[in-house]
């Protein structure tokens, strides 16, 4: 698949009638949550069959959402006191129009390998916050690629966003203004420093310069292996890792799914017996807080719980006991914990020297893993004018150990996994993926 990119350019808000933009000279300080995550662009791809409105709609559609959402069309610097900021400065979007002399259903399936990064703006070196692009195939088909700059917003943030383009695309008035109150995060007085994050969300910069030496010693390559699980399969999953949890609720299909990921992809690896293995799972603070911070919040609003265990013992002990380890772990990511996280991200890692763990740069977490859950992002509802998209998923992203679990596009309630593993690994994962035991 050959992309042809015919035309890239600056686009910016859009304001309408005579509306009077805001001073251009604003900027929205990062909050502490802002800070603490992933310093980089994501990238997500839709496709869509046709009708599909023109790019010119499109465009605008896009302008009018960016007078909405402003930090998009900003830039990331400093302020007069040394602050990371978000000016507010209208300064634009990246906006690709690209083609593909082939139909979409040549193209298909796409599978997660370097060929999708055509379908997308670079990541690196970019200066704008987001990025669009635009690949028509000769079907009428339309695949648009789209990156966002993490220290920006969440997922649950950029959804919005997303939401809001295609009402602007299809005439409607209806976009949710953005909350963006950083005075919920004010740390108290006195802070209370109840639960340790250094070496949980920051640690020291010696520590992460060691992390890296350390991965040098890895070489082996590295493939996304893409894995759907039925409903069925989840069902029965659910039922086998809440066998134990007596007359409690039933855990949740996601604490069940990455349960079962961990213990298979754990045995895949064929760790030592004694080495200590975990996982990285984001908790949205918005239902977590309290009082409880509305959707609309427009920022970061993510921490991570980390359940761990002995590799002898997440293999020897059932599946219920992975899963109990994960509910009862992300159960601990509760409003005194973020509170707690406040209270020392604001007082404690500049006078520590502290930086955060979360490190999009690391090409290996053997023997640790992380999920980045998307089950919970309504892509479905990014629709420009001609209906829901035929196909979601993620960049090609082959970090061994970053899984993306996506609600698949069949829309039936299964879901789809991206697996980054080591090339040697990969023929056992498929062979015990499936199994229950």
């Known amino acids: 698949m050959k992309v042809r990119k015919e035309n890239s350019r600056i686009i910016r808000p859009f304001y309408d009638g005579n509306a009077d933009p805001h001073s251009t000279k604003q900027y929205i300080p990062l909050s502490v949550f802002d800070k603490v995550t992933y310093n980089t662009h994501i990238a997500v791809i839709y496709a869509y069959r046709p009708p ?19 930090e998009w069309a900003g830039r990331l610097g400093l302020n007069d006191k040394g602050d990371s900021v978000i000016f507010l400065n209208d300064e634009g979007v990246r906006f690709v129009e690209a083609s593909v002399d082939i139909t979409l259903d040549q193209a298909m399936p796409f599978k997660p390998s370097p060929a999708l990064l055509s379908l997308h703006p670079s990541l690196k070196g970019v200066e704008e916050l987001v990025q669009v692009q635009l690949t028509r195939f000769t079907c009428g088909s339309l695949v648009v690629g789209f990156t966002a700059h993490h220290l920006v917003a969440d997922g649950q943030a950029t959804s919005n966003f997303l939401v809001g383009w295609g009402q602007a695309c299809r005439g409607l008035d209806t976009i949710p203004p953005p909350l963006r109150d950083r005075t919920l995060f004010v740390p108290r007085d006195p802070p209370i420093f109840e639960f340790e ?32 699980f039925t409903v069925e399969f989840l069902a029965k999953l659910k039922s086998r890792a809440s066998s134990s949890n007596g007359n409690n609720k039933p855990y949740s299909t996601f604490e069940s799914l990455v349960a079962h990921l961990w213990r298979v992809i754990t045995r895949a690896r064929g760790l030592n017996g004694f080495e200590t293995t975990n996982v990285r799972i984001s908790v949205n603070g918005r239902m977590r807080l309290n009082p409880r911070v ?28 992975a899963t109990k380890l994960i509910h ?34 690391k090409s290996v977490l053997c023997p640790n893993l992380e999920v980045d859950s998307w089950l919970r992002f309504p892509f479905c509802d990014l629709d420009f004018g001609g209906g829901s998209p035929y ?24 879901i789809d996994a991206f697996i980054p593993l080591f090339q040697g690994n990969l023929a056992f994962f498929k062979q015990i993926c499936y199994c229950l035991d």
């Open 328 to 361: 009862d772990t992300i159960a601990k990511v509760n409003n005194n914990y973020f509170k707690s996280f406040i209270d020392f991200a604001t007082h404690k890692v500049e006078e520590e020297g502290l930086v955060p763990t979360a490190d999009m740069n």
């Open 391 to 414: 196909i979601f998923m993620p960049t090609y992203f082959p970090t061994e150990g970053m899984m993306f679990l996506l609600p698949s596009f069949i829309r039936d309630g299964s």
């Open 294 to 321: 509305p959707n609309e919040y427009f920022g970061n609003l993510v921490l991570w719980a980390f359940p761990s265990a002995k590799v002898k013992d997440l293999l020897r002990e059932p599946l219920s006991y």
């Open 52 to 70: 599909i409105p023109q790019n010119a709609i499109l465009e605008l559609g896009l302008r009018k959402a960016l007078s909405q959402y402003r």
């Open 197 to 228: 994050h250094n070496g949980v969300e920051f640690m020291s910069k010696k520590l992460k310069k060691d992390n890296y030496a350390i991965e040098d010693v890895f070489g082996e390559e590295i493939v996304v292996h893409k894995i759907h």
